[in-house]
């Protein structure tokens, strides 16, 4: 269920069971965001430079969007000193099991220790809800930063997995047998594409937004045979505007970082809708549209 290279695949996308679009939407407060130390390359020059009354704004203009578009946002607080808490789509997995009409979330395992105790809120904040809360094997030695790596392919039950800053290999092989789901693993090879979320966007069950330089040749090759029509992203776009850092919400209206005009101009091409925001105090921590919500079933 671990698919490595293109030669390897024997599962089509068709036959795979479908997974329907997740319809609601967290967002956690910015209320003690700030860029407080370096675990990406991003945050190098910014610590200490964060806005906090611009970001508060950037943030309700976000939350704003997606209730504009019938995602009318749950809304998580963020807690005093965890200042990346906000970016919201890391701490967890979350899955939906048609057969079973289960609901749950798998808890991450942060690689960096700064954001370690980020994870017990969602934890709790899911169980409060009557989701189902999984774990990780507790003998198993690896890291897992949740949707900021595993991404769900639209319309089916197949995950993409980064790895190689920030997430292990070895937490796909659980995670394939926990949720008995097949995984496609792409290696990471630029640090600035430190997360999959940085370099690979999927906007429907045939089309991404891709950062070729994020990948090595075997990544894209896998990207190329899984999606009719991979986007690419102009790499300045994509390294310093974090324009795969996007989200479809809808598989027609695209959420995105202002300016970022050539992928606008692609993905127009392809009948998608650009929803330009600013997330510019966001970006300085090494993260936009993508990293601060997390889709639940």
């Known amino acids: 269920m671990i698919y490595q290279t293109p030669d390897a695949l024997d599962i089509h996308l068709d036959a795979l069971p479908a997974l329907p679009r997740p319809s609601r939407v967290v967002l956690t407060t910015p209320t003690h965001f700030d860029v407080e130390y370096v675990i990406n390359p991003h945050m190098s020059d910014n610590v200490g430079t964060v806005n906090t009354e611009v970001a508060w704004q950037q943030w309700k203009a976000l939350r704003a969007t997606y209730t504009a578009l019938d995602r009318a946002p749950i809304v998580v607080n963020g807690q005093a000193g965890l200042p990346d808490m906000v970016f919201c789509a890391n701490q967890t997995l979350p899955f939906y099991t048609p057969n079973t009409d289960t609901k749950g979330v798998v808890l991450s395992r942060m690689h960096s220790p700064e954001r370690a105790d980020e994870v017990p809120y969602y934890a709790r904040f899911f169980e409060e809800r009557g989701y189902a809360v999984k774990s990780l094997p507790a003998d198993l030695d690896a890291d897992f930063e949740g949707m ?34 097949p995984v496609v693993l792409l290696r990471l090879t630029d640090p600035d594409y ?82 330009e925001l600013d997330t510019s105090e966001f970006m300085k921590a090494g993260g936009s549209v993508f990293c601060m919500k997390q889709m639940i079933w």
């Open 194 to 275: 430190y997360h999959l979320d940085t370099c690979l966007c999927p906007l429907d069950a045939n089309h991404a937004l891709v950062a070729p330089e994020a990948f090595d040749e075997t990544g894209r090759a896998l990207i190329d045979a899984l999606f009719d029509t991979p986007i690419e992203v102009p790499d300045h776009e994509a390294r310093h505007q974090f324009a795969c850092n996007a989200h479809s919400p809808d598989g027609t209206h695209v959420l995105i970082q202002e300016g970022c005009e050539e992928t606008n101009n692609r993905l127009r091409t392809h009948d998608f809708v650009p929803v």
């Open 148 to 181: 900021g790596d595993a991404l769900w392919h639209p319309s089916h039950r197949l995950l993409w997995g980064g790895y190689g800053y920030r997430t292990s290999p070895e937490a796909y092989e659980a995670l394939s047998d926990l949720l008995d789901v």
